[in-house]
């Protein structure tokens, strides 16, 4: 039996699966090596206002992420990659995690570097996901952070300036 409830307009509305269904489907897309079906999984979830949580997360992680490589560090815009791919990366302040978040995102335990010292990462590290399978691959930047980082204020200066025309030139940056 289909399940509805009622707007306060009483029109008939289509009742909303639970996570943990959300959660099982992508998971069986994943082991399809379908990433539309994961996309399609995590829009209805979008729509309907479901907020995933740690095991979700988890089943997407492994449903999207099959192969992971690091490409090249790059320091300048002609240093970086020219695949037409799309790129994910992540900015933000020194030492808050970036590279840890990298690690968790991709479900790795050390791909990207982690320190203790900020200023550690001072290169956009570019790291290849799904390289096999075209329609779902793409690059993940682990970026320098901004801010307290134990590096010259000239090369800090440099990496600003380098992340402001990479965010504004960088056709492929997508998120």
Same mark, same amino acid.
């Given at each position: 039996?289909?399940?509805?409830?009622?707007?306060?307009?009483?029109?008939?509305?289509?009742?909303?699966?639970?996570?943990?269904?959300? =959660?099982?489907?992508?998971?069986?897309? $994943?082991?399809?090596?379908?990433?539309?079906?994961?996309?399609?999984? /995590? @829009?209805?979830?979008?729509?309907? @206002?479901?907020?995933?949580?740690?095991?979700?997360?988890?089943?997407?992680?492994?449903? &999207?992420?099959?192969?992971?490589? +690091?490409?090249?560090? $790059? #320091?300048?815009?002609? =240093?970086?990659?020219?695949?037409?791919?799309?790129?994910?990366?992540? +900015?933000?302040?020194?030492?808050?995690?970036?590279?840890? &978040?990298?690690?968790?995102?991709?479900?790795?335990?050390?791909?990207?570097?982690?320190?203790? =010292?900020?200023?550690? =990462?001072?290169?956009?590290?570019?790291?290849?996901?799904?390289?096999?399978?075209?329609?779902?691959? +793409?690059?993940? /930047?682990?970026?320098? $952070?901004?801010?307290?980082?134990?590096?010259?204020?000239?090369?800090?200066?440099?990496? /600003?300036?380098?992340?402001?025309?990479?965010?504004? #030139?960088?056709?492929?940056?997508?998120?």
């Amino acid at each position: 039996a289909k399940r509805t409830s009622r707007s306060s307009a009483g029109a008939p509305q289509p009742a909303v699966p639970p996570l943990s269904a959300f =959660t099982k489907l992508v998971r069986e897309f $994943g082991k399809a090596k379908c990433p539309e079906g994961v996309y399609l999984c /995590l @829009d209805a979830m979008e729509a309907a @206002d479901i907020q995933p949580d740690a095991e979700n997360t988890q089943a997407l992680v492994n449903a &999207l992420v099959h192969e992971v490589r +690091f490409v090249k560090g $790059g #320091v300048s815009m002609e =240093t970086l990659p020219e695949l037409p791919i799309p790129e994910v990366a992540f +900015f933000g302040r020194s030492n808050v995690g970036k590279s840890s &978040l990298v690690n968790m995102v991709l479900g790795r335990r050390a791909i990207a570097y982690t320190s203790k =010292t900020p200023g550690k =990462t001072q290169q956009y590290n570019y790291f290849l996901l799904n390289e096999a399978r075209p329609s779902a691959s +793409f690059h993940l /930047l682990d970026m320098p $952070g901004l801010g307290f980082a134990r590096a010259p204020a000239a090369q800090r200066r440099s990496w /600003l300036e380098f992340m402001r025309e990479y965010v504004r #030139v960088r056709p492929q940056l997508k998120l």
